[in-house]
């Protein structure tokens, strides 16, 4: 299951996500929770999308869920696949499936999350299946 790793690019930071990067470096998936409606949304936001709160506030999530859909991609120097994994805390992300056999993916599949280096050193969350 060792396969060539593909290079990625660095996130683009802003004042709503640096946080979230911050955690990703340290290996730590976070999200954020509204605490007026309790709704957990992502990508962080500083207004809850949910009841335009901005008291929201940030924890770290368990880094478990599902895939939703994917889709891999063969024809590429070095194959890989996209996902949206839907995480136990109910937010779906678009994301990386790695560590895995492409033709063993399938819908509703318990996945964790994982890291990968970025080309400078930041850290983008991906997903391997458990
Ligand atoms: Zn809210």
Request: proline content about 5%.
């Amino acid at each position: 299951m060792s396969r060539e790793e593909r290079v990625y690019a660095d996130p683009s930071m802003n004042m709503e996500n640096e946080e979230y990067w911050k955690a990703t470096k340290q290996g730590k998936l976070i999200l954020k929770k509204c605490d007026d409606c309790g709704e957990t949304h992502f990508f962080p936001r500083i207004i809850c999308p949910h009841c335009q709160s901005s008291n929201t506030s940030w924890y770290e999530a368990s880094g478990k869920g599902r895939i939703y859909s994917y889709s891999v991609v063969r024809r590429a120097p070095i194959p890989y696949a996209i996902a949206y994994v839907t995480l136990d805390e109910g937010v779906s992300m678009l994301t990386n499936l790695v560590d895995c056999d492409f033709d063993d993916l399938a819908v509703d599949k318990e996945v964790e999350v994982t890291f990968r280096d970025t080309e400078g050193g930041e850290k983008l969350p991906m997903f391997r299946p458990v």
